[in-house]
C-alpha cells in the first residue's frame, strides 16, 4: 500500500457524503420532518460539500483523471489558495459541517460518512498530500524557422548511381521516369 | 442486425431476464403491502410508505444473493468445464462475470437508497403517531404495547425523551435500526473505494475495502430480525377492522371487536443469502487450500528488460491454453494475489508465467530472484488457478486471428506453443488450419522473449514445409526517423533488421479494413475466431470489423469476436 495518495479514496467518499447528506436533508424538509431545520442546513451543506470536492486534484505521481466538466469548479475552487490547498483544513471542516447533521435522523448517515471521509483527509494530511488544481497545459508553439520561408531553388540531388539502377531492375519505382536517369546514357 | 443478435444476443437475453425478476419482485411485494388486509392497520399508520419500504427489500433479497456468485472464480471454472457441450456462446457469457457483479452492486445501491428513505419516513410516521399527532385510530393503535392480553404495532415505545431524538434513539436501540445504520455504511465505503480511479491505481485499497461486505451480510442476516414489521393476526372471534376501525372505544368490550392482535413476519433474508454464503466460503476455503499446496521452481531466468521467467512445478496442476493463475509471495505480501497469464502450452510438463516489472510487488518479486544463488528453489510461493477465458475456444476455429496490444500478447505464447504441439501430434481437437497473429506494441524492449519464440516456431516450420501454417505480423507503433532511416539502409536483406525474423515489421498501426478483407478473400467459407488482447478502444474497432465484415449467410464467411480480459 505504499504509493496510495489517501486524498483519492477521501475524495470519492466526501463527495458521496455530501451527496448522501443533501438526500437526507431533501427527505426531511419535505416531509416536514421534526426539525426540519436540521433539514434544511443538511441540504446547503450537501450542496456546498458537492461543489468543493466534484474538482479531483492533480495526482503527484502519474496521470490524473478529470471529472467531466470540472475546470469551471477547479477555478472556484482555486480561488481560495490555502484554504482548499490544505487538506488539515479540510479535514477540520468537515468535520465541523458534520456535526449538525447528528441531530436528526434523516441527516444522520450524511454525518457519518461525512465524518469517515474527514478522517481520510486527516491521514493524507499528515502524509503531507495537497489539493492542486488540473490545468489545461498551455502548448509552446516554436517559432517558425527562417528556411521555411524560403523555399529551395535547386532540385534535390539525385540518389548514388547504383541505387538507380536497382530500381529500374526491380521495376517497382513509384513513378516513371519520362527519360532514363542513369549517368552514363 | 443479424451481427447484432450473434454477438451480443444471450446477453441481453439474460439482463432482460434478470431486470425482469427484479420488476416482478418489486411489483409483487408492493402490492402484497399495499393491498392486504393484514396490513390495514399498519398502511394506516404509515400509508404507501411501508410498501415502498419492502417492495426494494424484496428486489435486495434477490440481488444479494446474486452478488456473490459471479466472483466465486473457481465454480465459474467448473461451469465452463462442464458447457463444453453447450457452445460457445454460453461459455462466453461467464467471461462478463465482473460487469453483472457490478451491475448487481448498482442495483443494490439504488434499492438500498430507495428502502432507507421510505423508512425514514416510517419511522418519522411512527413517531408521530405515537405523539398522538394524528388522528384517534392512530393513536389506538400506537398505545397497544406488548403485554399478556395486547401487542403492539407502533414499535417506537418510548416517548419521555426529547421528540426530535425519539427517531434516532429507536434506530440506535433496535437490532433493524443498528444493523441497518452499520451495514449501509459498510456498504458506502465499499462503493466508494471500488470507483474505477481508486481501483486502477491503487487496488489495495479496493480489496481490503472491499472485505467489509463481511460486515454487509452478517448485519443482513440479523437484519430482519426484530420482526418489527406487523400484520394483523386472526383472533377468535375475529377483528373486522372495517366494521371496528370507528369503533375504538368499543374493543375488547364488544364481541364483534376484540382487541387486534399483530406480529412480525418471520425473517427470509438468511433464506436467499444462504447459499451463496455458503458457496463463497467454499470458494475461499479452496484458495487457501490451494495455497497450502507445495510449489516448486524447476527454472528462473532472467530475460532481458525486467522481465523474470518462472517455470514451476505443482502437483496435479493442469491448464488450458491462455488462462491464468494468481500468484501469492508471502515474503512480499500476506494478503495480495495477482493474476498473470500463463505462457506455457499444456503440453509441457511444468507451467510458467513472464512477470514483468510494473509495481512494488512484482518489483521485489524480481529483486529477490536476482539475488538467489545460481540452482536455488525461490521464496515459497502459492497458486490459484489455473482460471479460465475466451483463449481456450482458439482451436475450435478453422481460422484464426489472433491480436495481441503490448503486455496483450502473453497468452499468446501459450496458445502458439499449444497449437505447435498439436500440430505436430496431429492432435484432432485441433480444428486449426491457419493462423494469423498480429503483434502490436510500442517497441520490442520487454518483449524479445516473445520474438525467440516466434523465431523458434518460424525455424521449425520452415523445416517441415509448413510455412503457410501461420501468418504473423508485426507493428511497431512508435518509431521515428532513425529508425526508419536504418530500415530504409538495411531494407534489401532477408531477416528484419529489428526482430531477426523473417516476415519483416510493419510501422504504425494497422489498417484493419486490409487485414480482414485478405482474411476473408483467403478463406471465403470458414467461421474465424478473431481473439484480442490489449485495450478496450482497440476492443471496439475489432468488434466494428468482425460485424462488418461478417456475413449473415451462413456458408460464407463469418467473424467471432472473443476478448480478454483482467
Known sequence: MGKIEWAMWANEQALASGLILLTGGIVGVAGQFRGWQFAAYAVAAGVFVCLLEYPRSKRSKGTSVERSGQYCFTVCVKAFGPLTRNYYFRAFLHAAICVPGGFMLATVLGCVCLGIASLIYLVAAIRGEHWEPILPVKEFRKPVADSIKNPPQNPPPRPPADMRRKQADLERAAYDNPFSVTANE | MGNWIINHGLTSFILVVWMGINIFLFVWFYLFYDLGDQFFYTRHLLGSALAWARAPAAVLNFNCMLILLPVCRNLLSLIRGSFVCCGRTMRKQLDKNLSFHKLVAYMIALMTAVHMIAHLLNVEWYNNSRQGVYDKLSTALSNLED???????????????????????FVFTTIAGLTGVIITLALILIITSSMEVIRRSYFEVFWYTHHLFIIFFAGLVFHGAG?????????????????????????????????????????????????????????????????????????????????????????????????????????????????????????????????????????????????????????????????????????????????????GVTPFASILK?????????????????????????????????????????????????????????????????????????????????????????????????????????????????????????????????????????????????????
Open chain 2, 227 to 407: 420482526r418489527i414489521v406487523r400484520s394483523q393476526q386472526k383472533t377468535d372471534p375475529p377483528h373486522n377492522f372495517t366494521y371496528c376501525k370507528d369503533r375504538i372505544e368499543d374493543w375488547g368490550r364488544i364481541p364483534e371487536c376484540p382487541i387486534p392482535q399483530f406480529a412480525g413476519g418471520f425473517p427470509q433474508t438468511w433464506m436467499w443469502v444462504i447459499g451463496p454464503m455458503i458457496l463463497y466460503l467454499c470458494e475461499r476455503l479452496l484458495r487457501f487450500i490451494r495455497y497450502m499446496q507445495r510449489v516448486s521452481y524447476r527454472r528462473i531466468v532472467m530475460r532481458p528488460s525486467k522481465v523474470l521467467e518462472l517455470q514451476l512445478v505443482k502437483n496435479g496442476f493442469k491448464m488450458e491454453v491462455g488462462q491464468y493463475v494468481f500468484l501469492n509471495c508471502p515474503a512480499i505480501s500476506q494478503l495480495e494475489w495477482h493474476p498473470f497469464t500463463m505462457t506455457s502450452a499444456p503440453e509441457e510438463d511444468f507451467f510458467s508465467v513472464h512477470i514483468r516489472s510494473a509495481g512494488d510487488w512484482t518489483d521485489k518479486l524480481i529483486d529477490i530472484m536476482q539475488q538467489l544463488p545460481e540452482g536455488a528453489q525461490g521464496p515459497k510461493m502459492g497458486v490459484d488457478g489455473p482460471f479460465g477465458t475466451a483463449s481456450e475456444d482458439v482451436f475450435d476455429y478453422e481460422v484464426s486471428m489472433l491480436v495481441g496490444a503490448g503486455i
Open chain 2, 418 to 566: 499449444s497449437i505447435w504441439y498439436k500440430f505436430k501430434d496431429s492432435n484432432p481437437k485441433l480444428r486449426t488450419r491457419k493462423i494469423y497473429f498480429y503483434w502490436l506494441c510500442r517497441e520490442t524492449h520487454a518483449f524479445e522473449w516473445f520474438t525467440d519464440l516466434l523465431q523458434v516456431l518460424e525455424r521449425e516450420m520452415e523445416e517441415r514445409g509448413m510455412g503457410d501454417f501461420l501468418t504473423y505480423k508485426l507493428y511497431l507503433t512508435k518509431w521515428n526517423e532513425s529508425d526508419a532511416t536504418h530500415v530504409r539502409v538495411h531494407s534489401d536483406e532477408d531477416t528484419d533488421v529489428v526482430t531477426g525474423l523473417r516476415q519483416k515489421t510493419y510501422y504504425g498501426r494497422p489498417a484493419w479494413d486490409k487485414e480482414f478483407e485478405q482474411v476473408r478473400k483467403e478463406n471465403p467459407t470458414s467461421v474465424v475466431g478473431t481473439f484480442l488482447c490489449g485495450p478496450e478502444a482497440l476492443a471496439k474497432v475489432l468488434e466494428k470489423k468482425c460485424a462488418k465484415y461478417s456475413d449473415v449467410d451462413p456458408r460464407k464467411t463469418k467473424f467471432y469476436f472473443n476478448k480478454e480480459n483482467f
Open chain 2, 147 to 169: 403485554t399478556e392480553n395486547t401487542t403492539y404495532l407502533n414499535p417506537i415505545r418510548k416517548t419521555d425523551i426529547d421528540k426530535q431524538q425519539i427517531p434516532t434513539y
